[in-house]
């Protein structure tokens, strides 16, 4: 026995390094996918099937098991559509000299088991289009019908889906979508950390001023949920377009995670929750049925069943009666004793292994994950800077860090709730709608409180400054221009220009609107589309309009993004079943969408590279007006006659006495006038002029240069002037004066 089961396992390696050598397991295959039975009180019944055919060696392999009430003699029809269409059809009879299978000749009462192999006519081969191998997610079935011989009744059948084994959703697709993704925030933090270096206090200041660079990780994240929400509306979605869509699901807080999952179960369970159809042990279970027919199951596995089937391709029939089998494994496919029909949300959930009353807490407990990585980490920078204080030189450009780390936790846990708020909205309403546990549906409603809330808060916290300084200046300018103002506020509006600092307010109305129509709407794909489509219309037109971004660059890459937002949801119409357009059109229409998509994506990726090449080159313009506004003034404050800096901008004249005078034409006194900090020009500030020998010279009389220190200035009263007496007390013989009647300074 044991010798006989060594040469089989030689058999079964040699078999399997054949089938690679030789291409046995080609891209050229369709496989099925899960099985049901048609009729539920049929003689013969289908208990295990697993069907591949081979394009290469135009070769059926099949693998079935199951019970007969009776031994009789059938006919079989196999029958392939593909979108719709019928692409393969062909009858055959068991008992035939080219088709004989002594298992089925007659089918015996009890059970049976059929293994082996079908070589496929060249005329049937070649009417299978080649495309069938090649687009990932097909959308095919294979009807499996037997009719008695003698009478021609049904007495069985079976459908499957089948697949090609390529498909849209590759873990490696979200990986480097999930780079990108981090690599704008890794970009978009360098201005933050470069200034954090560099500016103490001002480093606030510089976080809120990389994200004016587009595109932002705000953005990217911002399309990567778009992506991601389109695929949970409810239209009759290609699979291929589905497939796509998983792809992003990170983005939404999604993440199969098959322990959290139960841990979510059993707290449900305990909160009033109903675990019997809506759980991970059901999903397990299952086979997700979709509104176009098509199948798909959490933990399907295409690959690895193409690759048993290979084992079957060199093997002669194999027949077990009655559950003794001769030289044979068990087929590996079950039937899907359960099956759920899923659309929308439900769907794209499921999918992912996460039941639909699960979706909110599974998203509630990611975010707070990732919250107690960013607290963590700021607190571990903080204790590190703290213990490099104690023990050695401490740089005094991180003091700034060291003073407001509370304020940079609040800030990115504020930037992390406007980054989610969107898909927080519909996972909530989606909570209210088809959650069963009260403590969720609490926490939903706690969670979507606090987090409108604090937006509400700082929306009308910015509009009251706003209105302020218009009162007071004249304009809102301050909210760039302040650096009190700017570190507090400035991440809701620091990409938009001063006269738009009001956008973030449709913002955050918009981000609003669409998670609601989503959830709302759920199951109802007409109302949802157009809804949607308005929502995503209105917003183009506001980006169109005013054109609010600092940057050129910017106005150019959201208003893309917004087009293509406007495009996805027009193509999702056609998919709406009530419409009635044809499957492959559907299809068509979906490619399409993944093309545009995926074009946009990959923009965005090399314009996230370009940006790392010039991160360092550039500033926020508002903040580098700001920062040379505050410039002019601290070296207006610090002026003198004494200033080296400012020697150009001073006339000097000689007298007779050899003393110097210097005065300022645009002053009338030595008092100060108030800078008014909003006029980032500096000539205002700055006039020189000669003054006059004579200092007692009206204001309102014209007076010229003297071109020699005799000439005397026209205008002026030759008259001899009193002047300070020379004490000889240490100042060798300098003077004073007045200046445009007021006491003042002559000489060095």
Known sequence: MANSSSRWNIRRAAILATAFASGVLSEDLLVTNGFTNCEDNSEIRVEKVDIS?????????????????????VTATLSVTAYGQDVYTNSFNPCDETTYYEDLCPVPAGE????????????????????????????????????ALDDGTDVGCIVSQVTNGKTASVPAVSYVAAGVAGAALLVGGAGAIGTAFSGGAGAAGG?????????????????FQGFAMNGMMSAQLPQVYRSFTKNFAFSTGLIPWQQMQISIDNFREMTGGNLTNDSVEFLQKATL????????????????????????????????????????????????????????????????????ANTFMTVLLIVAIVIGVI???????????????????????????????????????????????????????????????????TLAAVTLVIFTGILLFFSWKIWSVAHKLKNMEGDASGLYEDKKIWVKYSLFYESYRKDYWWIFVPVILYMFAKGCVLAATDGHSMAQ????????????????????????????????????????????????????????????????????????????????????????????????????????????????????????????????????????????????????????????????????????????????????????????????????????????????????????????
């Open 53 to 73: 055919y081979n394009n290469d060696d135009k070769v059926v392999v099949f693998d079935v098991a199951g019970t007969s009430s009776k031994q009789q003699n």
């Open 112 to 147: 049976f088991i059929a293994k082996g192999s079908q070589a496929i006519p060249q005329k049937y081969a070649n009417s299978i289009p080649a495309i069938a191998f090649q687009i990932p997610d097909i959308e095919a079935q294979a009807t499996l019908q037997l009719k």
């Open 207 to 223: 976080a809120g001023g990389a994200g004016t660079v587009s595109p932002s990780f705000v953005e990217i994240f911002g399309v």
């Open 289 to 356: 049925v979709y509104s176009d027919n098509s199948t798909s199951s959490p933990n399907s596995k295409f690959f690895k069943r193409a690759l048993e089937d290979t084992f079957l391709a060199v093997r002669d029939i194999e027949t077990s009666v009655n559950a003794t089998t001769t030289n044979g494994t068990a087929a590996t496919s079950t039937e899907s004793t359960i099956r759920e029909a899923v659309s929308g949300i439900q769907a794209f959930a499921q999918e992912l292994s996460v039941p639909q």
């Open 375 to 441: 607290v963590v980490g700021i607190l571990l920078i903080k204790v590190i800077l703290e213990a490099w204080s104690l023990f050695g030189s401490f740089p005094e450009s991180l003091t700034g860090f060291r003073k407001h780390y509370w304020g940079s936790i609040a800030r990115t846990i504020t930037s992390l709730i406007l980054v989610l708020y969107s898909i927080w909205v519909l996972y909530c309403v989606f909570q209210f709608t088809h959650g069963d546990s009260w403590a969720a549906q």
């Open 529 to 748: 589309s157009i809804c949607l489509l308005i929502v995503e219309g209105l917003m183009l037109a506001l980006l169109i309009w005013s054109k609010p971004f600092e940057r050129k660059s910017g106005n150019i890459i959201n208003i893309a993004i917004q087009v293509v937002r406007v495009l996805s949801v027009v193509c999702i119409l056609i998919f709406v079943e009530e419409f009635g357009i044809a499957q492959t059109t559907q299809t068509v229409a979906g490619v399409v969408l993944i093309a545009i998509q995926s074009a946009l994506a990959g923009t965005l990726a090399i314009l996230i590279a370009w940006n790392a090449v010039v991160a360092f080159c550039k500033q926020n313009p508002h903040r580098k007006r700001r920062k040379e506004m505050e410039k002019i003034q601290r070296d207006l404050d610090d002026l003198t006659p004494l200033d080296a800096r400012n020697s150009l901008l001073l006339d000097r004249t000689k007298s007779n006495e050899t003393s110097i005078t210097i005065t300022y034409s645009n002053s009338v006194s030595d008092y100060k006038q108030p800078v008014n900090r909003r006029d980032s020009s500096p000539e205002k500030y700055i006039g020189v002029a000669i003054e006059p020998t004579t200092t007692y010279s009206p204001l309102n009389v014209p007076y010229n240069r003297p071109l020699t220190p005799s000439t005397p200035m026209e205008g002026a009263n030759t008259a001899p002037q009193p002047t300070m007496p020379n004490a000889d007390s240490g100042y060798d013989n300098r003077s004073y004066g007045q200046q445009n009647g007021h006491l003042g300074y002559r000489g060095y």
